[in-house]
């Protein structure tokens, strides 16, 4: 926010970035100690009743990672991977990487035909499509780094949701009878899933119960090397997939060090590569620092140009650019510097859109699905983790192994299966995220943390594919600029573009008419019917009172819970 326009614009801040004085002021769940948000109640339940034990954040985020993996199929997993951005209540600052890798047996070309054509499924369906999953190995290594409660003490209560089962939701309902179709094609035999779940029914998960119970006795290595590795590498290989035991013994979760950057007096602690997310955003929020959105006002034209513009900017640079650190030089010190996203910003013009073509390094984009979960926790302590997981597409790859109780991701899809050919999200691939052996594949996954004036003030994160930056962007922004508290920024209806499609993706019958007519004939394409939900943000901020306010996004079935 833009201090010496305060003053100047106090009329056009209450026009356009607060409720009117009929309206009754949204909040969240306040909460005097700890909160935690996640994509389910039950999730979110289990880690607050791990805080209320004694144990920190980094308890509660083993406890919230695995009770999705129950509650939460969809996305939530034993069998896929994610990232973690942490704070201390000291101020230390670190990020977790446990992302999927390709398997030794992996290549460039091994979804290729002999003619050099993407084999169709191959990639997103079944066995084939599996990344070495992470989830295991990084809330092993959180817990080794950080805990405090014993592991059985922090799995008792995730292996009792297993056994005693889920409620069927509506939304859960809906989701299991749309992927049924693929379930059948991916699985030899009929699943869990394959049954008519109906809301309020409740799924019992004995398989998963045992599995998660041989975790709690033997550790992480049960699953990368004991038991539950040789029944999942056995189950994998029966269905065509090359994973190897060999292959999970070398898995390891990866420290990183975070995207951090400053705006105005917020500093932004973020992902960084493999992930896309920290880097995009520092793009984007420095190439938008020099302009007064306060002053424009919240979803006003003005307001929606500019961080669309900068969007174009950091998505063109996106892919061509990042990839697996590992395996690939990537110029972090440069992208995200302001020097240079001023510099990007110079040919933007209020009086017309941008081209996307005009635009450099714009014939490559990486995406991948939209299917991903995040939940945010602050402890009583002050310590706070913002946390992203997810198998890819909805139930990964849709192969579900029984005997263990879970679904494997498709991650593989992430990668560049040839340069110039569209993924399954419509999306194409660079150089720099092409197929290796035991290489992490991009992502966009961006949890965040936010600091104000060097003190604690902003969990927050979102599944959505590429819509992920945007959305933690536009939250961020929503409060920061425009006054909004947490539920009321999560609420406020949201748009995205990525580069390619050179289009403004918008949440439909949410913004103003004027608004978007007025976008039209400054060259904008408006695209209103492929975006009925922009993420599914979960954030928690900081209030002046050192009360926390927990935000959970109405566009599911997330939920906060706090003491």
């Known amino acids: 926010m833009k201090k010496l326009s305060i003053l100047l614009t106090l009329s056009i801040l209450c026009i356009h ?13 306040v909460a005097e100690k700890a909160i935690v948000v996640s994509a389910r109640e039950e999730a979110s339940k289990i880690g607050i009743e791990i805080l209320k034990k004694g144990g920190n954040a980094f308890d509660a985020m083993v406890a919230t990672e695995l009770a999705l993996a129950v509650s939460y199929p969809y996305a939530g997993n ?24 390709a398997p030794l047996a992996a290549s460039k070309n091994m979804y290729l035909d002999e003619n050099n054509k993407i084999i169709k499924g191959k990639s997103t369906l ?99 090397k004991g038991e539950t590795a040789k029944r999942l590498v056995h189950f994998i290989q029966e269905n065509g997939g090359i994973i190897t035991l060999g292959d999970l013994a070398k898995y ?23 992930s896309s997310g ?92 939209d299917e991903t979960t995040h939940y945010s926790i602050i402890d009583q302590f002050g310590n706070a983790v913002s946390v992203t997981t997810t198998l890819n597409g909805a139930y990964g790859s849709k192969l579900y ?11 593989m899809d992430d990668f560049s299966s040839k340069a110039g050919v569209p993924n399954m999200f419509g999306l194409i691939g660079a150089k720099a995220n092409e197929i290796a052996p035991e290489k992490r594949m991009l992502s966009s996954m961006t949890p965040t943390i936010v600091e104000k004036d060097g003190n604690l003030w902003m969990v927050v994160g979102t599944p959505g ?33 990525q580069w390619m499609p050179d289009v403004i993706m918008m949440e439909p019958n949410k913004f103003d008419k004027k608004t978007t007519n007025e976008l039209k ?29 927990g935000g959970a996004d109405p566009r599911g079935d997330d939920t906060a819970v706090g003491f």
Not at 80 to 101: P, W
Not at 252 to 274: C, G, H, Q
Not at 401 to 411: P, T, V, Y
Request: charged letters at 25%; a neutral charge; hydrophobic letters at 35%.
């Open 521 to 549: 004939k400054l060259g904008y394409k408006i695209n209103e019917k492929d975006a009925p939900v922009i993420g599914k943000v979960e954030g928690i901020l900081v209030l002046p009172n050192g009360k926390l306010e």
């Open 126 to 224: 079944g066995a084939m499509a599996v990344g070495i999953p992470g989830t295991v190995a990084g809330v092993f290594e959180v817990h080794k780094k950080f805990g405090t409660l014993s592991i059985e003490e922090i799995l008792k209560p995730v292996i009792e949701l297993a056994k005693q089962g889920v409620i069927v939701t509506k939304k859960q309902e809906e989701r299991i009878k749309r992927y049924q179709p693929y379930f059948k094609k991916a699985n030899k035999s009929l699943i869990l899933f394959d049954s008519i779940w109906k809301e309020n029914e409740v799924i019992t998960y004995p398989a998963l119960a045992a599995t998660l119970e041989r975790i709690s006795k033997n550790g992480r290595d049960e699953f990368y």
């Open 78 to 101: 034993l069998g896929g991977g994610g990232f973690m951005v942490y704070r201390k209540n000291n101020g230390e600052i670190g990020a977790l990487d446990y992302r999927e890798k």
């Open 465 to 497: 594919g590429s819509t992920i930056i945007t959305s933690v962007l536009q939250t961020i922004l929503n409060v920061h600029e425009f006054n909004f508290g947490m539920q009321e920024a999560i609420n406020q209806p949201r748009f995205h573009h």
């Open 17 to 29: 970035c607060k409720p009117s004085s009929t309206e009754e002021k949204i909040m969240g769940l």
């Open 252 to 274: 390891e979760a990866k420290w990183r060090t975070p995207i951090t950057f400053k705006y105005d007096n917020l500093r932004v602690i973020s992902m960084s590569p493999p």
């Open 401 to 411: 192994c029984d005997d263990l109780g879970f679904f494997l991701n498709n991650e």
């Open 278 to 369: 920290g880097v995009c955003l520092a793009q984007i929020m420095n190439g938008i620092e020099a302009y007064d959105l306060n002053t424009y006002g919240h979803n006003s034209t003005k307001a929606i140009q500019v961080i669309t513009e900068a969007e174009r900017r950091a998505y063109a640079d996106r892919s061509f650019f990042l990839g697996d650190p590992d395996f690939v030089s990537i110029p972090i010190d440069t992208l995200i510097s302001k020097e240079y996203n001023k510099g990007r910003m110079t040919d933007f013009s209020f009086d017309s859109a941008t081209k996307s073509a005009d635009i450099s390094h714009g014939n490559i984009a990486i995406v991948e699905s």
